[in-house]
């Protein structure tokens, strides 16, 4: 459908922790493909939980100190996650002992990643080690084993986390976002100009990259 010769450019602003983030690019992910859309993505750190111990906490207790979620919400907002990630082809795999991190090293390791143009490909192998295998997201061996699994070095990807060599770089970026009056996440901003929160649907996203190419044209 989009014919213009210049891609769209996507910047989306995320968290691995974030399970709407997922959701969200994967239904984003499914209106590109269905609209033939030419664009090119460029993913942005957030931290959701930027103030959580290194050893993270329990999910479902998390939430119900964040934001007073009782055990029965927490139950029916993951079945909808479940749900709707099946949708889009993403396996949710919830336990009562699903736990949620610190991401301030995940987002330097992507940094890293970016700087090989590996960033998109580890963003995702990170969101399925995640909600998928649940694998321990605090553990820099972990991290630098993910990497290893995508073709990054292993004892690079180690060395970095060890020795927080794009800690200013991550900080930069993330207060960049929060000039930008970024609060939340997911956020994807289409062209540089346009802000849309939340994951939106394939049916919205649709219609979004349908409205696009008409201001385009």
């Known amino acids: 459908m989009n014919k213009q010769d210049k891609p769209l450019r996507i910047d989306i602003v995320s968290d691995v922790v974030c399970p709407w983030c997922i959701?969200?690019?994967?239904?984003?992910?499914?209106?590109?493909?269905?609209?033939d859309t030419a664009h090119e993505i460029h993913w942005h750190s957030f931290e959701l939980n930027p103030d959580m111990p290194p050893e993270g906490q329990n999910l479902r207790d998390h939430i119900a100190e964040k934001y007073g979620t009782s055990a029965q919400e927490s139950e029916e907002s993951r079945r909808k996650m479940?749900?709707?990630?099946?949708d889009v082809g993403f396996e949710f795999r919830f336990s009562d002992d699903t736990r949620t991190y610190n991401t301030f090293n995940i987002h330097q390791l992507l940094h890293w990643a970016g700087q090989q143009e590996r960033m998109h490909d580890l963003k995702l192998a990170l969101f399925t080690a995640h909600f998928t295998h649940q694998r321990h997201l605090s553990d820099n061996h972990v991290l630098a084993e993910i990497a290893a699994e995508i073709g990054l070095d292993r004892s690079e990807a180690l060395a970095i986390l060890e020795s927080q060599r794009f800690a200013e770089e991550v900080r930069d970026a993330q207060r960049v976002s929060r000039e930008q009056g970024i609060q939340g996440v997911p956020a994807v901003i289409f062209n540089r100009r346009h802000l849309v929160t939340g994951a939106q649907g394939i049916a919205n996203y649709t219609h979004i990259l349908e409205q696009l190419e008409e201001m385009q044209d």
Do not use: C, S, V
């Open 82 to 86: 479940t749900a709707l990630g099946a």
């Open 23 to 35: 959701i969200g690019y994967r239904q984003l992910a499914e209106a590109l493909k269905a609209t």
